[in-house]
């Protein structure tokens, strides 16, 4: 019998509107029917508009979309276009990331980009640390950055440090003052915006005087500033560019050197140094010492191109080629490390991997699976334009992954107890997918009093509602027959619905819809669902910050909810999916994933504790209303 339930139930669907599991013919009649409606709607507007609104209504329910090559983005289009400019053998990538905060979103195509085009011709990428700024960075966001990759599934080759170059650099420095290409100014900022052009950028750009020093005060001057004669902030070292005749800004004799204010030790090399390289000297050369091939960065570094090319043609042999993509943003949400730090401290949220923010820390924890990051950028494609994307689409693309690879069971968030008065108690084989038998199955204990979800009842029947209410018939998934309610006690004080008592409806037709259930005595779990923390597509555009723009309602919390105990399997099986980043043995808590039938999908949080289920919704099975 089990097997005849389980295959009546693999034919059960969803039906998106209403939230319900029904049968293939149901849910095509009910399709239709709104179709109809849909197309009566139409009809009562103009006939160009009813032509319009009779399509979408009549397509089927779901459409399978394909699945995607990962390796697409290499194979065609701008990554391709860049490697036919320098199609070398051994190819040689970096990502650079700067160690003062935690990657987001958008790190995950730049890791992708980098990691995944060496990969795809056979190369190497190294993970470098830009950590030329010693006030902003902290030993936490290199750990962090590290193990984000390493669950992202990609391996770097080397992880180097620009800190490793300090020397090397510092003597290329020297070396470049003796070339007479570099200077060292004392203009501050405001004298700088002059010779550059003022406010508007309309006056005659200039050099100021500290351009003419001799080679030798240039070197006094630079060794000064090394060795601390000067303030934070009173000296700096400037490329000798063309200032006056290039209209490119990065050529107007940027900075190369400089004291930073707070004087911080730096992580990796203390007090050892006052001086520290800027962006602008640093990345070119330590692309050039590590043999990086093809730089790949974002698309407001191309005016720096030629400050790059143009100082590592003056100091060093190695030409790497730099090329820019688009950056990847979301809309909806916020992701400057400036912006989260104030939602943290405001306790607008738990921290830097609360799952309503977008870093990969919140990210990972609220269970979404690296391999669906991956191919939702894989899908995104990579061109030079900006991508600013909406939520519900970075969901629709999480939600098409996890529906091909994670099991499904049964949990119920508001739980009310049905006794099923002539059910016999026996114990059945569910499979965790209707489609993929390789994912096995569970064991399930058909009892007679179960627990339904108090929304699944209604005291009072009407027509047009299917699920459960005194008199009327519903299926409960896995069991043999559909159920008949026939009574219900209430609470006195509050009034809710206490405990349903209901019979197994053996005579009468197919139920319509079917909903989900979980055996007495099944597991309790305290299920956390998160809609959006910002109410506007813009939160920072708000008058006032996006701190105006929280959500009141992004956290809700059923601490009472079950869960069958497939769970524990699912459990022990985890990761769902198994993926690269997530072998056996670096697993968290959030590779605990399943689907719920009719609920959402989750994982499991890292507040679990031996004895208490903790669970997030990784997405909804459906579009989010924007309510929570
Ligand atoms: N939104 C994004 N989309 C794609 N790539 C990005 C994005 N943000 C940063 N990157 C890339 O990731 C790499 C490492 O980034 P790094 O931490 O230095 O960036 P950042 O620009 O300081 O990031 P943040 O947005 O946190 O300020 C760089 O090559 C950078 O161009
Ligand atoms: N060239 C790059 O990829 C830039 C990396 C650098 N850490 C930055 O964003 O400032």
């Given at each position: 019998m089990a097997d005849a339930v389980a295959e009546s139930v693999a034919k059960l669907q969803l039906d998106e509107e209403t939230g319900e599991m029904v049968s293939k013919s149901e849910l095509k009649k009910r399709m239709q029917k709104r179709a109809k409606k849909a197309a009566k709607t139409a009809a009562a507007a103009s006939s160009v508009q009813q032509e319009k609104a009779n399509k979408p209504a009549s397509k089927p329910a779901k459409v399978e979309e394909p699945t995607l090559d990962p390796d697409a983005m290499f194979k065609l289009g701008f990554l391709a276009d860049v490697y036919k400019l320098r199609p070398s053998k051994d190819v040689v990538t970096r990502f650079p990331p700067e160690p003062n905060g935690y990657l987001h979103l958008g790190h995950s195509k730049a890791i992708a980009i980098n990691f995944g085009f060496a990969r795809y011709h056979g190369g190497k990428t190294i993970l470098r640390f830009d950590d030329t700024n010693p006030d902003a960075e902290k030993e936490e966001y290199f750990i962090a950055i590290e193990e984000t990759i390493r669950w992202l599934g990609f391996t770097p080759s080397k992880i180097t440090y620009a800190s490793d170059n300090y020397q090397r650099m510092y003597d290329l420095a020297e070396k470049m003052i003796k070339m007479e290409k570099a200077y060292v100014c004392h203009c501050n900022e405001a004298e700088t915006k002059l010779q550059r052009g003022g406010e508007e950028g309309s006056s005659p750009r200039y050099r100021c005087e500290h351009a003419n020093q001799d080679v030798e005060t240039n070197l006094k001057k630079f060794r000064g500033m090394r060795d601390g004669e000067y303030a934070p902030q009173t000296a700096w070292l400037r490329m000798?560019?063309?200032?006056?005749?290039?209209?490119?800004?990065?050529?107007?004799?940027?900075?190369?050197y400089r004291i930073p204010k707070d004087q911080e030790p730096h992580f990796?090399?203390?007090?050892?140094?006052?001086v520290y390289p800027t962006y602008d000297f640093a990345h070119c050369l330590c692309d050039s010492f590590e043999g990086i091939t093809h730089s790949l960065c974002t698309t407001e570094f191309i005016m720096s191109r030629e400050s790059y090319e143009w100082l590592n043609e003056l100091l060093v042999e190695f030409q790497p080629m730099q090329r820019e993509y688009g950056r990847l943003n979301l809309s909806g949400t916020i992701m400057s490390k400036r912006g989260l730090r104030s939602l943290i401290e405001n306790k607008i949220v738990r921290g830097w991997d609360d799952p309503r923010l977008y870093t990969l820390k919140a990210i990972r924890r609220r269970g979404i699976p690296p391999g669906a990051l991956l191919s939702f950028i894989s899908e995104l494609g990579v061109t030079t334009s900006t991508s600013v994307i909406d939520i519900k689409r970075f969901e629709q693309s999480i939600r098409r992954y996890l529906e091909r690879t994670v099991p499904r069971l049964m949990v119920v968030l508001d739980p009310v107890p049905v006794v099923i008065e002539d059910a016999e108690e026996q114990d059945v084989d569910v499979p965790f997918s209707p489609k993929d038998p390789s994912m096995g199955s569970h064991k399930l204990r058909l009892t007679k009093t179960v627990y339904i979800d108090r929304s699944d009842f209604r005291e009072v029947d009407s027509k047009d509602y299917f699920r459960l209410a005194p008199g009327k018939t519903v299926g409960l998934l896995q069991m043999p027959y559909p159920i008949k309610a026939v009574s219900f006690t209430k609470d006195e004080t509050t009034g809710a619905v206490q405990e349903i008592r209901a019979v197994f409806?053996?005579?009468?037709?197919?139920?319509k819809t079917y909903i989900q259930w979980v055996p007495e005595g099944s597991p309790t779990a305290e299920v956390r669902i998160h809609a959006r923390l910002f109410k506007s597509d813009q939160p920072a555009s708000v008058p006032g910050g996006f701190m105006n723009d929280i959500?009141?309602?992004?956290e809700t919390i059923w601490p009472n909810a079950m869960i069958e105990t497939g769970f524990y399997e699912v459990k022990r099986r985890?990761?769902?999916?198994?993926?690269e980043g997530e072998k056996a043995g670096e697993v968290g808590p959030e590779s605990v994933r399943f689907q719920g039938i009719r609920v959402a999908y989750f994982a499991l949080d890292s507040d679990s504790t031996e004895d208490k289920i903790v669970l997030n919704r990784i997405v909804g099975l459906k579009e989010d209303s924007g309510k929570s």
């Open positions: 000798k560019q063309d200032i006056i005749n290039n209209p490119n800004p990065q050529m107007w004799d940027i900075a190369a990796r090399t203390g007090t050892k140094w006052r409806d053996k005579e009468g037709k197919r139920p959500n009141p309602d992004s985890a990761p769902w999916p198994e993926a």
